[in-house]
């Protein structure tokens, strides 16, 4: 990981300033920084730190905590499977397990070339299209794992490169 | 911008005609409303209204027919809807494909397209939706609104009756308020079923300059989407709830938590909040009446912890969602330690309706114990899939059966699963028992925040205690021992039983962890974990056991016990398996030798089965 360019601590510090007004802006404050750099890394906990006087352990406790916030940036297109119970019921566990295949990475991870994740949703509430992925915001309804070679040629088309 | 209360009521008054008449008719108009539920929407709502509006424009029509979206119609597996005033009928599963015939037949010929509309048991056509099993036994309190209103249109929202329980509200005083909701005897929507009235006294009582009010809209609960429906079609019910608990208790702030999964509802609920600042209906000195009401939104980062009503509070003060201790319960010391209120969607949006109809209105509906209805989000194998209201004391028969319309494919109901990973499970010795808190928690679920997913034959209990399991460890805070080890090690063990490692020795364990994890733990989080092992224990120890001592999987599930084989003596060579074998683990030549399945390759995926026209691969 680099260092953080001046933009992007500007821009920081502008984030900082913006909820200056809260009383406990700190949540706030991260899931600004996550929406808009994709992530939390340390050197931006550091800036934050700095700017409102938490200490970068507090900030660091926070960030781990919530499954909103990540340390590393998530991949171009996140395949956001629904693990809901009534997903679940219908099968979701074998079509995460097979885009795991064969993408090669597990839940949670991004590909070498940064092109896809892997996250488990909790629930969409898209319940009657179980089971149910959302990829780039759109929703693939009734997903079974034989359908899932097609999906992912189907983003590397629309896609282009990383 | 209103100032005073008359301007208001004199404006709902005409935004109630203007509604009304888009319904019967008698502004001359034919309206085709879109359901924008989410799953419509993923379904292609947008899809079917463009073209619609492409054929308003093409026959020149603007001022005869209107295509509009409003809130969920409920239920989601037979959408996209179309629903036509004023003849009030409405098309199921329509395609934009079908978009052309309804236009011509339907809107420019008066005539029923058939074929889209449901059809009874007897093959009759019920084209009205009130009139259809899926709505008949329905009573929409929380849900009021929804599925009629353009929902952040705020003329709309009072034309159906919002904010006006508000206005009641502050012809009463405070104490009056608080006393209407103790008398109607409404329990906390989100799972506890507390009393909400009771909430409100301790919050009423205590002395303090600053009081808030939160609504808990952290919906975790996997398989319930009830709080998201409500805030995203109706978010000035809930806004309004929100309102009449400030008055009640006295606070003059109000924060939402919404979990950041739900984007739309965040939005309808911020742009409704503007609107009703820009007009007057909230902010300083309200309507002249010296009531001043503040509400903010603050948005979940992802932790199912923060639904219990302390985690929540550090979460919106900027900390980790952990849990702490009660007391002192919010009531007392609540957010940045001041009294406060905490309610669920669900709760805040049947309040207004209670002080809008009266106390008698709503307890005419549900159970002495359980006043009013609840929301369900109908779920897993039942054919009627979505959202459902009913008044509590509705049996389960009722629920899976004629609302939900009986399981999917004329399979055999075993179970539904209702308060997801703290429930427990409910089987067919249940099903003509009314569904209430307390009725709930005795046949040993619980009412939850709503969740009920139905299981057939094909589900395996032990794969399903499991997977609530591994939830439920994934999302313990990791504060308190007795939660953060326990729930691992029962995951452990029912991880060794699906693989076929487990001893009978095991349940014995199971238990002994389960009880500790409920007595010890800090939070209703770790107290009801064990609750669907112990049910699934209770009724299907036989699932358990085979498992354990066949090394047998009953309903073909649970991977390590399953495999896949193919009959030489059936299989016809026709190569269709390996075809759709996902992982090439399907070996043969094409009318030559008989298919082979690699079984160290084989990743149990199933899609051989389904595919083989010769019924010649069997699972074991």
Known sequence: ?162 | MYTSVEQLKADIEVFKKELASKFDGTDGKKYLQLCGGTGCLAANTMGIKEKFEELISKNNMEDKVECRVSGCFGLCSEGPFVRVFPEDVLYRLVKVEDCEEIFEKDVMGGELVDRLVYHDPDGKAVPCMKEQPFYKKQKRIALHGCNEIISTDYREALAVGGYQGFLNALEMKREDVVQAVLDSRLRGCGGGGFPTGLKWKFAFGSESDQKYVVCNGDEGDPGAFMDRSVLEDNPMAVIEGMMIAGYAIGADQGYFYIRAEYPRAVEHVNSMIATMEEKGLLGDNILGTGFSFHAHVRLGAGAFVCGEETALLNSIMGKRGMPRPRPPFPAVSGLWQEPTVLNNVETLATVPYILREGVEAFTQYGTEKSPGTKVFCLGGKVNNIGLVEIPMGTTLRELIFEIGGGIKDGKKFKAIQTCGPSGGCLTAEALYEGIDFDNMVRLGSMMGSGGAIVMDEDNCMVDVAKFYMGFICDESCGKCSPCRIGTKRILEILNRITSGQGTMHDFEELEEIASACKTNSLCALGQTAANPILSTIRHFKDEYVAHIEEKRCPAGVCADLVQYKIDPDKCKKCSKCSRVCPVEAIHGKPGKTPFEIDQSACIKCGSCLSSCPFDAISKE
Do not use: W
């Open chain 1, 1 to 162: 990981m680099g260092h953080l360019n001046s933009v992007a601590k500007e821009r920081i510090e502008a984030i900082c300033d913006s909820h200056a007004n809260e009383k406990t802006p700190l949540i706030m404050i991260l899931s600004d920084i996550q929406s808009e750099f994709g992530y939390v890394p340390l050197e931006a906990q550091e800036v934050v730190s700095a700017k409102t006087g938490i200490s970068v352990a507090e900030i660091y406790g926070v960030v781990t905590f919530y499954s909103f916030f990540t340390l590393e940036p998530k991949g171009k297109h996140v395949i956001g499977c629904c693990l809901g119970t009534a997903c679940f019921v219908l099968g979701a566990q074998k079509v995460i397990d097979q885009f795991s295949q064969l993408l090669g990475i597990k839940p949670g991870q991004t590909t070498e070339d940064g092109m896809f994740s892997i996250d488990e949703l909790r629930c969409i509430g898209a319940c009657a299209a179980a089971p149910a992925v959302m990829i780039d915001g759109k929703i693939y309804a009734r997903v079974k794992p034989t359908d899932v070679a097609g999906i992912i040629a189907e983003i590397k088309a629309e896609g282009g490169a990383a």
